[in-house]
């Protein structure tokens, strides 16, 4: 276990005890059953999987095979070539950590948390940081897989089982480029697609947007599409991690799978998206053996980011975030940011209606988190600190009101 990790979980009730909501329940009168533990928090190591971009062997370009490869100009459809995106990841990662070496702790809790529902010209949007996004312009995230949603003059593309259904790449990678150029003029940043469940369950009434029950042809639909969306400028979002087989119930039930059919199955077009290098993923409304999959540390930490190699990030699906655990699990950023969905509880529309809802709790809690930002040992840590702002959130939900 870290020792910070378990500090914070337990320094959390300790903090903040005093200072939670009135508890609007009205309880029965105390009997002599004793309250539970107070120290309820669970303490999760945080994981240290390693982090290389796919596939680990060739991390080496080589020339003719696996050349270095820039997102916006791809391989051409039909090549052999594998590409290579190490060297375009490490570049990412650099200007990355330049951009950030001036923000506020708080602006970096920004980064990783988006500011609610329809709060912006998106459907989900990361905020400008710095005075008029000074620092940085923020992020725009907007559906959907088949093309501009909630956008005037723009194309409905063909459906993706329709898509899919051509077995001709060409067709599949234009489709991809011709949307990627349509969000990127609409200014979005970030395009919520493809969208690669398998459609097990012939009822499911998202099916359709995605590329049918073959895994293989999941698999290269997803990649030609990434690789054309990309080209046009856009972020991909290969999406939904996993096993969202069904709407009938869906951030219900759990869909229990075995290792072998997931990853030959449903992991399938994942794996070929991280391969297409797509630049984010998002995690699903479901469960898997009964653990959501936003707090899903098998699929998210060992599959998609170790095994996979994925050196993007992980968004949750609109309201798929439940809890801070995530943040340890590989969840990376939280969509579309409030606690409760329309709640307006993120702490910058708070601070939008001029409502101090940063407290002692707050403050002490940032005071720590100064302390490991100085020198984070590693990504994890620094992911810590979105989710605390989230769970700190959470915990003045009531004065947000
Ligand atoms: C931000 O925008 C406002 C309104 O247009 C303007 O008054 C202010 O000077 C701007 N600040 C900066 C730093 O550009
Ligand atoms: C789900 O359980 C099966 C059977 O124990 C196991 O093979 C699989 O790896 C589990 N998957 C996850 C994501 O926990
Ligand atoms: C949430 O905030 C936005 C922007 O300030 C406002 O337009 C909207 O009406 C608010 N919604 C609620 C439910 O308070």
């Not at 088949?146 to 409905?156: I, P, W």
């Not at 969202?244 to 030959?264: A, G, I, K, L």
């Amino acid at each position: 276990m870290h020792p910070l990790g378990a500090l914070v979980f337990l320094l959390i009730p300790t903090l903040c005890a005093s200072q939670e909501a009135p508890d609007a329940t009205p309880t029965a009168a105390p009997t002599d059953i004793p309250p539970p533990a107070t120290e309820t928090a669970i303490a999760v190591p945080i994981s240290e999987y390693p982090f290389s971009a796919f596939p680990p062997p060739l991390q080496t370009p080589v020339a003719g095979v696996v050349p270095v490869t820039d997102p916006r100009e791809p391989p051409p459809v039909g090549s052999s070539l594998i590409p290579n995106f190490a060297q375009a990841w490490a570049g990412a990662y650099q200007e990355a950590k330049n951009k950030i070496a001036g923000f506020t702790l708080e602006e970096k809790a920004d980064v990783g948390t988006g500011v609610g529902w329809m709060n912006g010209r998106c459907v989900g949007n990361i905020p400008p940081i710095g005075e008029n996004g000074t620092k940085w312009p923020g992020l725009c995230l907007e559906d959907s897989p088949l093309g501009v949603r909630f956008g005037d003059y723009v194309t409905a593309f063909p459906t993706g089982v329709n898509t899919a259904a051509t077995f001709n790449r060409k067709l599949i990678r234009r489709r991809g480029l011709f949307m990627g150029r349509e969000f990127v003029g609409k200014g979005v940043n970030v395009a919520l697609g493809p969208m690669m469940n398998i459609g097990r369950i012939a009822q499911g009434g998202r099916n359709w947007e995605g590329f049918g029950a073959d895994p293989f042809l999941a698999g290269e639909a997803a990649y030609e599409t990434i690789l054309g969306m990309q080209a046009g400028g856009v972020q991909a979002c290969a999406k939904h991690l996993i096993n969202n087989e069904q709407e009938h119930f869906r951030t219900r039930e759990s869909s229990d799978v075995d290792d072998r059919t997931q990853h030959e199955i449903y992991a399938h077009p994942f794996l070929r998206s991280i391969m297409a290098g797509v630049t984010s993923i998002m995690c699903s409304y479901n469960l898997i053996n009964g653990t959501y999959a936003c707090e899903n540390d098998k699929i998210m930490n060992d599959i998609i980011k170790r095994e996979f190699g994925f050196q993007g990030y992980i968004m949750s699906d609109w309201q798929a975030t439940h809890s801070t655990i995530s943040v340890i699990t590989g969840l990376d950023m939280t969509m579309p940011g409030d606690i409760t969905f329309l709640s307006n509880t993120t702490v910058r529309i708070c601070r939008q209606r001029e409502i101090k809802v940063f407290s002692d709790c707050f403050a002490g809690l940032l005071s720590l988190f100064a302390v490991s930002a100085a020198s984070p040992k590693s990504l994890h840590l620094f992911k810590l600190l979105f989710f605390l702002k989230w769970q700190v959130e959470s915990l003045f939900l009531e004065f947000c009101r």
